[in-house]
């Protein structure tokens, strides 16, 4: 007899834990859905373009051209510095791009800018800053490479980038 009842109330037991689990009949109900709406999604702050002048320290080390940093991010309307140390000649050559030889317009007044994504500088061992005009509406990533002769023997190439944005 007892194990008949010690059966029967093990059947009870256990229908009751499965009603629970499978939210039947004493389980706690499930909660209805949420009415809380979610919080309004704003947009990120935009924010103002950057309203300095960009600086590329050149030099080398050894037998390497080391552009620091080697790639700048410019706002529209604002020019590159290329400060070089050492000595030889240096040029600096952008890509062409869809017509367009760099992102800065030739500075007619400058000998150092013979022509639109060009520059050319000798260096004597005094630091010389090259700086071309500001940067036209033309957001995009710009390579250029930096070519550096001293007494005859040119260094090879090195490419670094300018990222012009609105």
């Known amino acids: 007899m007892r194990t ?14 499965l009603a ?3 939210g039947q009949r004493g389980g706690a109900p499930s909660p ?12 990120p ?6 309203m300095c002048d960009g600086l590329v320290k050149l030099s080398l ?17 604002r020019p590159l510095t290329w400060e070089i140390v050492g000595k030889g000649d240096v040029d600096i050559d952008f890509e062409l791009v869809g017509g367009n030889k760099g992102p800065f317009p030739r500075d007619t007044g400058s000998s150092h800018n013979p022509e639109r ?7 004597a061992g005094v630091p010389v800053k090259l700086k ?25 190439d090195l ?8």
Do not use: Q
Request: charged share 15%.
């Open 45 to 50: 702050p935009t924010l103002p373009p950057a």
């Open 159 to 166: 490419d670094p980038v300018v990222c012009i944005r609105r």
């Open 132 to 156: 071309s005009t500001g940067a036209e509406d033309l957001p995009r990533r710009w390579k250029y490479t930096v070519k550096w002769t001293v007494l005859g023997k040119t260094i090879p």
């Open 61 to 77: 080390e050894g037998t390497t051209i080391v552009a620091n940093p080697d790639n700048v991010c410019l706002a529209v309307g």
């Open 20 to 22: 629970v689990f499978s």
């Open 117 to 123: 994504g060009k520059y050319k500088t000798t260096v």
């Open 4 to 17: 008949a009842a010690a059966f029967v109330l093990g059947v009870v037991v256990g229908a009751g834990a």
């Open 32 to 43: 209805p859905p949420s009415t809380i709406a979610p919080p309004p999604t704003t947009p």
